[in-house]
Every structure is written in C-alpha cells, then in structure tokens.
C-alpha cells in the first residue's frame, strides 16, 4: 500500500466537503441563469470550485512529499560488562635431572693420517690428539700401527689384541670388521652420577707404501641435565 494519501490531515478533509457543498449550493441557487444561458457570470462557481478542490488536492501531497523523513533512533546498544576471568593459582615448577642426547652426544669421525703427524678431535679439556707413530708387528705376525694418545690427563686402554708400548702409547691391529673390534681398539671413559664420557679408537687401513693409516673414533658424551617437567 502506497503512503502517499489524498489527505495528510483532518483540515484538508473539512475543507474538501465544505467546498463540494458549496458547488452544490451555487449550483442550486444558480441553476436558473445556468438553464438560461447567461454567460460567464452563471458558470462562474462551477469553474471556481474544481479549481479550488484541484488546488487543495495538489497542496496537500506536495506538502507530504516534501515533509522530511525522520529516521527512527537505534535504541542505545547495551555495552556488555565480560566478567575478568579468575587467576590461575599458581603452581610450582617440577623439576628432574636426567640424561639427554642432543647432536653432539655421539658422534663419529674417520681421518686418513700420516706416520708423524696427528689428528686432533674434541675441544678446551676434551681436546685429544692421535698420533700414529710407525708401523710395527703384532704377537699374531700381523702389521699393526703404533698410536700415541695425547690427553688432557685422562688414561686410555687397550683391547686384549693390542700391545701396550707406554703410557697412553699402543699399536693396533687392522679391525677385521665393525662388529665385536673391541679386542683390536684402544678406548677411554669416564662416568658419575652426573656424566658419560666415552671414546674408542680403531685402525680401519694402513698404507706402508705411503706411510698412513685410516683412523676411526666414536666419542659418547651424555650430561644429566636439570629441566623443568612440562
């Protein structure tokens, strides 16, 4: 339905039916020269009126359509208050000591290495120094190859197929495998509640013709750590 009405208020309507009952009382009263024909004069209040109905008519919608409309406020919105959330209690770390690997925990090297010279691994009072010396017999008639460990105070030790020809100073034989070379290896370790240090040497190929021999270490060094439990 349209809300452009004929009427926009009670005024209008009053005088609407005001001005239709004037035309018809000029018609009546005037009916007479109207039948007659005399002229202008007589039909004056049958022009008048419509005009004047017409005029009203117009002046009412205009007046509507340009009333301005009003746009209804928004209510006010209501502002929530969010209730702050309650403290967490506060809890004790826990705490516990225990070993950890990281990449540096076991490790394994090989080096080709000349008779007289050496090859160091480790660092600051971990450093070791292997020093391949010549290359001598073993009891069994086999070619081994006389090592001599540098250390920063720490003993080495051989297997039970090795010769022992002075502090920390050994000849190895060639391992026959990686497997079960204990008896062929020299090694050093050290552990308390608190550290696991261990290294093992083996001599993996030598070269009489060119005076060198391939040399193999694992180092282990595991550290009990204290770490918070997540």
């Keep these: 339905m349209s809300d452009n009405k004929w009427f926009t208020n009670h005024g ?30 007589a039909w004056w209040p049958v022009v008048a009126v ?3 109905i017409y005029a009203a008519f117009r002046v009412g919608r205009s007046s509507r359509e340009n009333k301005p409309t009003t746009v209804p406020a928004e209510p006010p919105k209501e502002s929530k208050i969010e209730p702050e959330p309650a403290p967490k209690p506060f809890v004790l770390p826990k ?30 009072l971990d450093r070791l120094k292997i020093a391949p010396v010549a290359i001598k017999p073993l009891e069994r008639d086999e070619q081994g190859v006389e090592i001599r460990f540098h250390t920063q105070g720490s003993m080495f030790y051989g297997g039970s197929e090795t010769k022992e020809t002075g502090t920390n100073k050994f000849v190895l034989g060639v391992t026959r495998s990686g497997f079960q070379a204990e008896p062929l290896c020299a090694y050093q370790y050290s552990f308390s509640e608190k550290h696991v240090h261990f290294k093992a040497v083996r001599v993996d190929h030598i070269n009489a013709v060119n005076n ?5 270490i694992c180092m282990v060094a595991l550290r009990k750590l204290h770490r918070e439990i997540k």
């Design 12 to 41: 209008q309507r009053i005088a609407t039916v005001g001005t239709i009952g004037s035309l018809i009382v000029a018609l009546l009263t005037n009916w007479d020269k109207i039948s007659q024909h005399d002229g202008l004069v």
């Design 50 to 52: 419509p005009v004047s």
């Design 95 to 124: 705490y516990s000591d225990r070993f950890e690997l990281d990449q540096d925990s076991i490790s394994f090297e090989a080096k080709t290495v000349k008779l007289g010279d050496f090859w160091e691994v480790g660092s600051d």
């Design 212 to 216: 060198e021999v391939v040399l193999e």
